[in-house]
Every structure is written in structure tokens, then in C-alpha cells.
């Protein structure tokens, strides 16, 4: 008796009322439910699996598209027009229905998908020049000497594939209502905080300026004020080569005829380009919105790293 008093005891509360007060065919058939339960909780998720990843990739997909429309429109856009129209004489047209079926990758020879020529061509530039686009494009992936992080390239990449839509049997456009409502802001973009532009005035005066923020802005280790990086490290060099535009090594002891100071050459160089092309690369259009993208502390902070490559 005593004996069945201590291993009462030594049971917890849910196992003497589950052993004690319930007879072994009442237990065995709560545990044949419990069974039942748990496979019908389990062909449950099973069956709302597939739908479930649909919706995360297509969330995922979605998201990625939004990413690289904005680095398309900072970074791309300047050549290749805002809705990859192209640029005469600077950058041939992407949106176009020979990009999507598979017109212009026969006439390049490719063999492999538009996704992987597209990442390919993103990642590591087209050096090759001719007479219709004698601007090479600059290589953008961090695994080639770029600005951009791999997942950059997808997100742009997935930006331009996402215009083959439009060339798809049975595609039909927003109502135009629709399609002129603003986009919801995301966290980011409510967060990031309001900059002024410098603008294109070169006689504008700029704060001291900070040579290794200067360095970080250049390399596209840390982001222009308007969020996206520079990506001046993918057509200028600092080593001598030459990549798209020349080379910044001794830049700072290269002052042009007619310019008062370094200082001034290099301000004028960054935010209005075409005012003083360097000899041999006529031909090289900059991008001219650099006046846009940056305030006055940042364009100082470039100049002030500039001048240290002496």
C-alpha cells in the first residue's frame, strides 16, 4: 500500500488524472484522436505548403523589383533611359520586344537564358565598343571592381526582366488611374532624412571636406545622400588603368588650362561634366546628375579624397 502512496506521489497532476481517473480504453482512444489530430494538423500545412511559398516568392519577387527600379533609375538611367528606352549614341534600348524574344540573343550568338546574359552583362560591364555605342559599360558587381552587392545586380536585373511582361500574349495595363497613383512609401523611405542639392553652381562654397568619407562615398562603401551608391570606382580608376572614363591616379596634380585651383576643376568635374572633357575621351558621356545627388558636405568630402591622389 504503501508503495502504490509513493509512486502516486512521484507522478505529476496530469498523469495521475490521465492513469487514475480514466479507464485504459478511454485513454487508448484519447490517444487515437490525439493521432488522428496531429496527421490531419500535419496533410493540412502539407497541402497549404506550395500556396504559401507562392505567396512569400512572389512577395520576395515584388520586393526585388521595387529595390532595382531605384538603383536602376540612380544608376542606369543616365545611358539607358528611365523606362529602358535607350539614349542615341550613348546606350542601346533594354525594353524592347527583341530583348524578350530572344531576337537580339540570337543575333549576339547566346546560348543561355536572358537572366544569366543580363546578370552577366550587369555584373561585368561590355568593354567592347562600336560605332553605334562607343560608350563601354562600366562593370557594377563588387565581384568585378563595382559598386553594387551581387543581390543588387538580381534586383536590377529582375527590374528589367519584369518589363517582358508587357510583350506577353494577353498582358493588359493598369487603368490609367491606377497606374498614375503614388506608391505607399516604404520604412526607408519615410525614415531617410530630407538633403539639399548642391546643384550644378560651381561657385557655390563647400564646407572642409572629409577625405575618407570621401574615399567611402567614391568606393560605394557607404550610400550618396539620396540612398543609392555613386558607382564612380566602376568607370574611374586609381591605379592608372583605364576603365570607362580616365583614371583618377595624379588627379590631383592634373589642374587644366583656364582653371584657378584643383578645388574647382574637380567641383566643376563631378557636377557639370561636359563643361571640360579630358583629352581621348570625347567620345565618354558622364552622367550629369551628380549636382542632384549630392549636398554640398558630400561633394567636399569626395574633392577632399580626390586631392589626395597625387
Not at 197 to 218: C, I, M, Q
Request: charged share 20%; aromatic share 8%; proline share 8%.
Amino acid at each position: 500500500m504503501s508503495e502504490n502512496v509513493n509512486e502516486s506521489r512521484g507522478k505529476t497532476l496530469f498523469q495521475r488524472l490521465f492513469t487514475e481517473l480514466l479507464p485504459i480504453e478511454q485513454r487508448a482512444l484519447m490517444g487515437t484522436l490525439v493521432f488522428i489530430a496531429i496527421i490531419l494538423a500535419v496533410g493540412w500545412v502539407a497541402l497549404n505548403e506550395p500556396r504559401r511559398m507562392d505567396i512569400y516568392t512572389a512577395q520576395y519577387e515584388g520586393r526585388s523589383i521595387q529595390r532595382g527600379a531605384s538603383i536602376f533609375v540612380t544608376n542606369c538611367s543616365s545611358c539607358h533611359g528611365a523606362r529602358g528606352e535607350g539614349i542615341a549614341g550613348v546606350a542601346p534600348a533594354l525594353n524592347t520586344p527583341e530583348m524578350f524574344d530572344g531576337t537580339h540573343l540570337a543575333e549576339l550568338g547566346w546560348t543561355g537564358t536572358l537572366e544569366d546574359y543580363l546578370l552577366l552583362t550587369v555584373a561585368a560591364g561590355r568593354p567592347a565598343r562600336s560605332a553605334d555605342w562607343p560608350n563601354p559599360m562600366p562593370t557594377w558587381s563588387q565581384d568585378y571592381g563595382g559598386p553594387m552587392r551581387p543581390d543588387e545586380v538580381e534586383d536590377v536585373v529582375n527590374f528589367i526582366l519584369n518589363w517582358g511582361l508587357a510583350y506577353e500574349e494577353g498582358y493588359a495595363e493598369a487603368p490609367a488611374e491606377e497606374a498614375a497613383a503614388p506608391a505607399a512609401p516604404t520604412p526607408e523611405e519615410e525614415e531617410a532624412p530630407a538633403f539639399e542639392p548642391v546643384g550644378t553652381d560651381v561657385t557655390v562654397a563647400l564646407p572642409e571636406g572629409d577625405p575618407a568619407r570621401g574615399e567611402a562615398l567614391f568606393l560605394g562603401t557607404e550610400s550618396a545622400p539620396d540612398g543609392a551608391p555613386l558607382g564612380c570606382q566602376a568607370c574611374h580608376s586609381l591605379d592608372g588603368s583605364v576603365l570607362v572614363g580616365p583614371s583618377l591616379q595624379g588627379v590631383a596634380s592634373r589642374l587644366p588650362e583656364g582653371y584657378e585651383s584643383i578645388d574647382l576643376y574637380l567641383h566643376e568635374a563631378i557636377v557639370a561634366p561636359s563643361a571640360y572633357i579630358v583629352p581621348g575621351f570625347e567620345g565618354i558621356n558622364m552622367p550629369d546628375n551628380f549636382g542632384e545627388r549630392l549636398d554640398a558636405q558630400s561633394l567636399a568630402d569626395i574633392i577632399a579624397f580626390l586631392k589626395t591622389q597625387e
